[in-house]
């Protein structure tokens, strides 16, 4: 029943800010919808550390700890987004006439962003990931200027010319699941029962094409040319979901499926998969140090961490995937805050270029402490919780015997830690410009981002005894040996 909640409820969400009499009130129905998807998402985190697994319909609506955590990740972080929108959406240019529009949208992307986790089928999967897709689009148009129609266009076509190359690897995937003698319904679970009995010519060219698919949605280099623009136009509490949760979910899907691989004898390509996320966190550490945008900033971070997240996976050890597991979660609650900070300093100073924000803590102390906050843990400094699991990813790396991989992320890390400072520390310090003045930041807003820190301070020097647990299950899902 939870599991059916945690689904229904952004959907109920959409349709009640889609009925004209409810238009008044869609930033409260949003609130109160997704705050009780996060509660049915925490129920069903418990039911799973009980039990291993929850059961929706059976075949069709599953969760594991893998899926669980994922659930409970998007539910959280769509909702400190939406207590953030409350404030921000009234601010500047917005339309309030077109508020319910956006309202509905949103829903239908936390509907579908929940959903895919949820989903026992890989088949339902792809379903679930061009939904994210479409809704991700139109939210990054919302707007409605020329950088933002542009930057929703570049996305439809980067994107959405992946759903045909991953449609083909699931097929693909169908083939050498029956080829190894699967008669049951095709799920994540079955699949994985099958991996050792399926020709691995077939699984490694279904992962292939899944992987290109998928890659191009969750902003891996060289196919993240959409993501920079996407995530500097929409509004911030789309961009936080987007950077925060969005670019996870088809990467999730990535690594239910780089398991199965994995699983088979004879398919190995974790290598390739290490090779591939260095890259990713190469030109990511790189464009770092250029970039002018500190929205674009905090995009390319999301590019070095997806790269991190899938390089951690191709060690291929249970303490790899719970590293990368590890990841994945510091890093959707911490990005989802760093936009939250780019909102307000949007907000105060009306301008996303950095050589333009000068004294942030004399023109907005309160965004002047959370963009150092925030930039310190997405950088990966101690003790943030980006800061362990990125030193936990290095040594189980060595573990392993990927001696260079190791200290090539080393060397790519530290880059990325020093261009994003570079770039922060002038925003903070300096004498500001004299058309700036104080300025005060929404009270919803500010909420938002006093609650999305609080776990970021609290992860970095103790994780609560159900939270390992439930990582530790989800690693389990990942493989590894």
């Not at 990713?280 to 790269?307: C, N, P, W």
Request: aromatic letters at 10%.
């Amino acid at each position: 029943m939870a599991l059916m909640i945690a689904v229904a409820l952004p959907l109920l969400a959409a349709l009640l800010c889609w009925i004209k009499p409810f238009r008044a009130f869609v930033w409260g129905i949003t609130v109160v919808c997704l705050a009780g998807s996060f509660a049915a998402a925490v129920v069903i985190a418990a039911h799973v550390l009980a039990h291993g697994q929850i059961i929706g319909i059976p075949d069709w609506f599953e969760a594991d700890g893998l899926s669980a955590l994922v659930i409970l990740l998007v539910s959280f972080v769509c909702t400190i987004a939406a207590i953030y929108a409350g404030g921000y959406m009234h601010h500047g240019s917005h339309q309030p006439a077109r508020l319910w529009w956006f309202y509905c949208n949103y829903n239908l992307l936390v509907f579908a962003l929940i959903v895919v986790p949820a989903f026992a089928s890989p088949n339902l999967v792809w379903v679930g990931v061009e939904l994210v897709t479409l809704f991700s689009i139109l939210l990054v148009g919302f707007e409605n200027t020329p950088n933002a129609l542009e930057a929703a266009w570049k996305m439809a076509i980067l994107t959405i010319m992946g759903a045909p190359i991953s449609f083909l690897g699931f097929l693909a995937l169908y083939w050498a699941y029956h080829l190894g003698g699967g008669g049951t319904m095709e799920t994540w679970q079955s699949l994985y029962a099958s991996a050792a009995a399926m020709p691995s010519n077939q699984l490694k060219f279904a992962f292939l094409l899944v992987f290109i698919g998928f890659g191009a949605k969750s902003g891996l280099a060289p196919m993240h040319t959409w993501l920079p623009d996407a995530h500097s136009q929409a509004p911030t509490p789309v961009c936080a979901v987007l950077s925060g949760i969005k670019t996870s979910i088809p990467l999730y899907a990535i690594l239910r499926l780089l398991s199965i691989v994995l699983a088979s004898p004879e398919a190995r390509i974790g290598n390739w998969m290490v090779v591939i996320g260095l890259v990713s966190v190469a030109i990511a550490a790189f464009l770092l140090l250029q970039v002018r945008d500190y929205k674009r900033m905090f995009a390319y971070s999301t590019v070095e961490h997806m790269g991190i997240i899938l390089t951690a996976a191709g060690f291929a050890t249970h303490a790899s995937a719970y590293s990368a597991v590890a990841q994945m979660m510091n890093h959707s609650i911490t990005k989802s805050l760093c936009f939250y900070t780019a909102g307000l300093v949007l907000m105060a100073l009306e301008t996303r270029q950095i050589n333009q924000v000068r004294g942030l803590f004399r023109i907005s102390p309160f965004a002047g402490g959370a963009l150092l906050l925030c930039s310190l843990a997405i950088a990966g400094a101690p003790p943030f919780p980006i800061f362990l699991s990125e030193f936990s990813i290095l040594s189980a790396g060595l573990k392993s015997g990927h001696v260079a991989a190791v200290i090539i992320l080393a060397i790519l890390i530290v880059i990325a830690f020093v261009a994003i400072f570079l770039q922060v520390n002038s925003m903070l310090f300096g004498e500001p410009s004299q058309a700036a003045k104080p300025a005060v930041a929404p009270r919803s807003s500010r909420t938002a981002i006093i609650i999305a820190a609080a776990p970021i301070v609290v992860l970095g020097v103790y994780i609560p005894g159900p939270i390992h647990s439930l990582m530790t299950l989800a690693a389990q899902q990942l493989g590894g040996h």
